[in-house]
């Protein structure tokens, strides 16, 4: 398997541009999540889904922010409109549910976002 | 609402055993906790989980008192490439599945 699959992998706009993020998940991963690094707040999650549903969006900064599921393979994060304060390395993670009821999550390479 | 508390940073020198607890108050016994390893650049990578007592892989050991207010990733023998920020996540299933990071510790191995 190639793994979570995001693109772009880096992204610089100005501010009051649309961006879209993209993820694919692993294959047979009904899990999915997107987190927000940055130097200042470390590693947030944002939002995650399970079975394409949105679980817990509590992470989502505010209404500039949606993500979407429309099937098991893909899923979007957009920002509308972008500021700057929204720079930051955007990763998403894939993980399946074990009978153990344990999960790992798989990473994605991330994408470096940079708003002027 | 859970909050798990790390260390900032460490430092060690290669062959030493690395300890590095997570404080995690108000979790319930089905909660688990992960550890994962992340270098510059990357994505973060799973290290271990566990629910209790102590786990052991290839890479770590993980261990979980009675209590569970804590957990403590154990590396043996770091090298260089150990140099690494690692974050504890706690995973609460009885507060509406939330995941709880921990603000990470960047662990500085030395020659």
């Known amino acids: 398997d190639a793994g979570v699959i995001q693109s772009p992998r880096h992204e610089v706009t100005e501010m009051g541009q649309e961006v879209t993020l993209r993820c694919k998940p692993i294959s047979g991963h009904d899990y999915l999540f997107w987190y927000r690094q940055t130097m200042m707040r470390g590693l947030e999650l944002l939002i995650y889904?399970?079975?394409?549903?949105?679980?817990?969006d509590s992470g989502m900064p505010e209404d500039r922010f949606s993500a979407k599921m429309p099937n098991a393979s893909f899923s979007t994060l957009k920002i509308q409109p972008s500021e700057p304060r929204d720079s930051a390395v955007y990763f998403c993670a894939s993980s399946s549910f074990s009978g153990s009821g344990t999960d790992t999550q798989y990473f994605g390479p991330g994408t470096r976002l940079t708003v002027l | 609402l859970a909050k798990t508390t790390q260390p900032i940073s460490m430092d060690s020198y290669e062959g030493q055993e690395v300890n590095i607890t997570c404080s995690h108050n108000n979790i319930a016994t089905n909660d688990y906790i992960t550890w994962y390893q992340q270098f510059p650049s990357q994505g973060p990578r799973f290290i271990i989980q566990?629910?209790?007592t102590k786990v052991t892989n290839e890479v770590a050991s993980l261990f979980i008192p009675a209590d569970r207010k804590s957990s403590t990733l154990s590396l043996p023998r770091v090298s260089l490439s150990d140099t690494a920020v690692y974050y504890c996540l706690v995973a609460l299933y009885n507060q509406g599945g939330k995941l709880i990071f921990g603000q990470g510790t960047e662990l500085s191995v030395k020659p």
């Open positions: 566990g629910y209790k």
């Open positions: 889904f399970n079975n394409n549903v949105p679980i817990d």
